[in-house]
């Protein structure tokens, strides 16, 4: 299972950011992934956080409500991830030593 999972990330990001294939399972960009995902499945679960019903939470203070600091946490962690991601894409596509 752990193979297939490595295979599936390597191909994804070697096709999707150029990263070069994956060697390990264990590879801290596929457990960053891997997070990343179980979080949306997590956060996507109808009732999983109160919001859903108590609407005039939205407005509470982020030093108030645990669940706005820690969505806002890993807003700014996934989005610097992938911006450098992307970045680093970017850059090479628009220099003169793109692979393609």
Not at 3 to 20: E, G, K, L, Q, W
Not at 48 to 76: C, D, G, N, Q
Request: charged content about 20%.
């Amino acid at each position: 299972m752990y193979d297939s999972n490595r295979v599936a990330a390597s191909i994804s990001a070697s096709m999707i950011y150029n990263f070069p294939p994956l060697q390990s399972s264990l590879d801290p960009s596929i457990a960053t992934v891997n997070d990343l995902a179980a979080r949306i499945a997590r956060s996507t679960y109808p009732g999983t956080h109160l919001v859903e019903f108590f609407h005039f939470m939205e407005y509470a203070p982020a030093s108030l409500a645990k669940w706005k600091r820690e969505a806002i946490e890993w807003y700014h962690r996934y989005t610097k991830m992938f911006e450098k991601y992307y970045c680093d894409i970017e850059e090479l596509v628009v220099s003169d030593d793109a692979p393609f």
